[in-house]
């Protein structure tokens, strides 16, 4: 599997036991900065991409992750926690060629499977149901993307 976005230069992503919130709240925190991620993405790769097949599943993409990061987003604030805000910008891939692009799709949907397993571990049973939901959505759409499938999707690369 590609790697996974990480914050654009000069930004600094916090660390988990440095945000002062329980574990259930950096979880759903960090599955919503990841929807906000994917978004980004696909919309570049929807505007960006070379061929009709590749915005075609970039478009379908844009609209499962902009559902979960809303159920995201209402359930932070259900819980009485701000809701991180999206980043101004995120990094996108340097080639345009199909490759790079299914490369950088694959990559948004493994960060998106990190986050959900971890959130897949909260007490919260609403939570774990929605973050296995996802899991599994994600894991499907990153093999579409051309990545190949992890023995435990979401644990990441030795």
């Known amino acids: 599997m590609s790697e996974s ?8 992503a916090p660390e988990r036991s440095d ?5 259930t709240s950096e979880a759903l925190a960090e599955a919503l900065r990841a929807e906000h991620a994917a978004v980004h993405g696909f919309e570049f790769i929807g505007g960006a991409a070379g061929d009709e097949d590749r915005r075609e599943r970039a478009s379908a993409a844009i609209y499962q992750h ?8 209402e ?5 009485g926690l701000e809701a991180p805000p999206a980043l101004a910008s995120y990094p996108i891939p340097q080639g345009r060629e199909g490759a790079d692009m299914d490369a950088f799709a694959a990559g948004l949907e493994g960060a998106a499977m990190e986050a959900y397993l971890w959130l897949a571990s ?3 049973t609403d939570l774990r149901v929605t973050a296995v939901r996802a899991l599994q959505e994600a894991t499907v759409r990153s ?16």
């Open 122 to 124: 909260s007490p919260d």
């Open 19 to 23: 945000r002062g919130l329980d574990p």
């Open 66 to 73: 902009k559902a979960l990061r809303d159920v995201l987003r």
């Open 75 to 79: 359930a932070a604030v259900e819980r």
């Open 5 to 12: 976005p990480t914050p654009a230069e000069g930004e600094e």
């Open 143 to 158: 093999l579409r993307w051309g990545a190949e499938l992890d023995v435990l999707p979401g644990f990441g690369s030795p």
